[in-house]
């Protein structure tokens, strides 16, 4: 059973380009997480979907950033315009009940 | 809202026990997690504590709960090198839709 896989692995964008970021679940899991990691700190909640279904969008800064989680292929974090400051690390969670987690995408930005 | 607090450094040599403690302020936490990031990695899941238990045991980990201080610590024993890492403390409130809220991470280093 394949666990949580996310690609790619490493993003480089130029100021004003879009970042697209992917996140298949693990098989049987239907709950999807992004979180976001910056430098030296902790990981912050960003949203939450299920299948076609945005559940909590609280941690999602409001312009530019947007998530989905169709019916078919994986779950995608879009990042528009990417500044700077969107340099992190990206993780992806899957769950039925507990989280376990993909191996993330470093976003750069120039 | 909700907010985990852990020490950011500890320092240990091979062969003894480490002790990473987190404090948290829901008082609603479900589920309480550590995790295990090592450099370029993802989150790796250590174990959890469902919050009407007050300790856990698994091979080297131990897990305890105090709930009433919202304490919760990780006891390593016999600390290894491959045991550096970072480690995050984590909670969730099945009533707000299960998403974790981390700590900001403990390094161990583990000195030979």
């Known amino acids: 059973n394949a666990g949580v896989m996310q690609n790619p692995r490493h993003l480089v964008r130029r100021r004003g380009q879009e970042a697209r970021l992917r996140c298949s679940p693990m098989?049987?899991?239907?709950?999807v997480y992004w979180y976001r990691q910056l430098p030296e700190e902790g990981l912050k909640f960003m949203v939450y979907?299920?299948?076609?279904?945005?559940?909590?969008e609280s941690g999602m800064p409001k312009e530019r950033f947007s998530a989905e989680f169709p019916k078919e292929g994986p779950s995608i974090l879009r990042i528009q315009q990417v500044v700077r400051g969107d340099s992190a690390a990206y993780f992806c969670?899957?769950?039925?009940?507990?989280?376990?987690f993909g191996p993330g995408t470093r976003l750069t930005v120039l | 809202g909700e907010d985990v607090e852990q020490s950011l450094f500890l320092s240990v040599r091979e062969g003894d026990s480490s002790v990473i403690n987190c404090t948290y302020t829901?008082?609603?936490?479900?589920?309480l997690y550590w995790y295990k990031q090592e450099p370029g990695a993802g989150l790796q899941l250590l174990t959890y504590?469902?919050?009407?238990?007050d300790m856990k045991q698994d091979q080297r980990l131990t897990v305890l709960l105090n709930k009433k201080d919202k304490h919760l610590s990780l006891r390593i024993a016999d600390t290894q090198t491959g045991d550096s890492a970072i480690y995050f403390c984590?909670?969730?409130?099945?009533?707000?839709?299960?998403?974790?809220?981390f700590g900001g991470g403990t390094r161990l280093m583990v000195k030979p």
């Open positions: 504590i469902f919050s009407n238990m």
């Open positions: 829901d008082s609603s936490s479900t589920y």
């Open positions: 979907l299920q299948k076609e279904n945005i559940i909590d």
């Open positions: 984590a909670e969730s409130d099945n009533n707000a839709g299960n998403m974790l809220t």
């Open positions: 098989k049987g899991h239907s709950h």
């Open positions: 969670a899957s769950s039925q009940n507990t989280q376990y």
